[in-house]
């Protein structure tokens, strides 16, 4: 079956070709940073006029990358969210005038059900059942991953999503957007022991997390900084660098929790923190330890793109799910109410 994925829920414009036999067959992304970049942030109508100025671009260029036709095409596959509503609604609108216009399936797939099945497209997936911890701008989720729509939630943020900290806490730096690679190139060159930031709700039991105090934190040593004429670039490499720190070990500590939980040793990240070097490295560890096993998706797919769209709508058409004809989305979507496969 040879699915057509659109992604349009936030800052990318994302379009892709996958094929349940020959797999990813092509993959196009315009990402709207440079338009938001002045902003320090995305503006939702902005973004949602440029998804349309974008979309069949990007649709003619993976048909001619892939050498396949319309014609060849079994199904389209959407983001219908969580997500901006007007971005969402370019992408929907989109898919279902296709599938009337080429006469196929039209279905509405979840974000971070996207999110967590990216590792799927890469050499050495994942078998289940796993543990995956979502890191994204909008959720911090455990998850325990039974099968496709198996999806039980562990624990997720009170607050802010851990991408939401790093794109605050880089803004108040002064750094550019979004803040995740930028605080993570500076963290390079951070001085360890300068700083020690706080690590949120690890001294109780539980699997939820809460990211907001940090970026306070980050403000008040910043301002200390300041304050003390020291507000040059090696206090922001060591604000960064104490801030990842912080970040991560939070997240390990909870991992590490939730495999001893559910007795697990697989464990997937996914999400675009996933992308994270630092992130990744004390994953390996502590799984290392643990004799189990960290999964990811190539940098490229733990962002947002159409390739998760496509692998994630193509399993569950192949089971024989559409969408009737409306053009419906939802900027709020719990992940848990998906039907199993
Ligand atoms: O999954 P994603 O592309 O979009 C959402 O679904 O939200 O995630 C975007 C988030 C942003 O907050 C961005 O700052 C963060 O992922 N991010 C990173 C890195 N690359 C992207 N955070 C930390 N380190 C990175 N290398
Ligand atoms: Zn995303």
Redesign the pocket.
């Known amino acids: 079956m040879l699915v057509l994925g659109l992604e349009t ?2 800052d ?1 414009t994302g379009v892709a070709l996958y094929d349940s036999e020959r797999g990813l067959l092509a993959d196009a992304l315009f990402s709207q940073i440079d338009l938001h970049r002045i902003y320090g942030g995305v503006v939702p109508e902005l973004a949602s006029r440029d998804h349309v100025k974008r979309m069949l671009p990007l649709l003619r260029q993976v048909l001619d990358e892939s050498g396949c036709r319309a014609g060849d095409i079994d199904g389209i596959a959407y983001t219908a969210g969580p997500g901006l509503v007007g971005a969402l609604l370019v992408g929907a609108s989109c898919a279902q005038a296709l599938a009337l216009a080429w006469g196929i399936p039209a279905l509405g797939v979840h ?1 971070m059900e996207g ?1 967590l099945l990216a590792p799927m497209l890469e050499e050495r997936p994942p078998q289940f059942p796993f543990v995956a911890l979502l890191v ?4 911090t989720q455990l998850v325990q991953v039974d099968g496709i729509g198996r999806y039980q939630l562990l624990g997720e943020s009170l607050d802010d999503a851990a ?2 900290a ?2 605050k806490t880089a803004k108040l730096l002064g750094l550019g957007y ?4 930028e ?2 190139r500076l963290a390079q060159d951070g001085r360890p022991g300068r700083f020690v930031f706080p690590r949120p709700m690890t001294d109780r039991p539980g699997l939820a997390f809460s990211f907001s105090g940090l970026k306070t934190f980050a403000l008040n040593t910043w301002q200390h900084c300041q304050a003390g004429g020291d507000d040059g670039e090696q206090s922001r490499r060591d604000i960064a660098l104490a801030f990842q720190q912080a970040v991560v070990e939070t997240l390990i500590i909870k991992c590490r929790r939730a495999l001893k939980q559910t007795g697990l040793k697989r464990l997937v990240i996914a ?3 996933s ?3 630092a992130l990744r490295s004390a994953l390996e560890q502590m799984l290392g330890e643990l004799d189990g096993q960290v999964f990811y998706a190539r940098p490229r797919f ?3 793109n159409g390739a998760m769209i496509a692998y994630a709508g193509c399993q569950r058409l192949l089971a024989g799910q559409q969408d009737g004809p409306a053009i419906q989305v939802h900027a709020r979507w719990p992940m848990e109410s998906l039907p199993a496969l």
């Open positions: 829920s936030c990318e974000h999110h994204s701008g909008g959720h991408g939401e790093f794109d979004p803040g995740g690679p605080i993570a999400g675009g923190v992308a994270n070097q733990c962002t947002d």
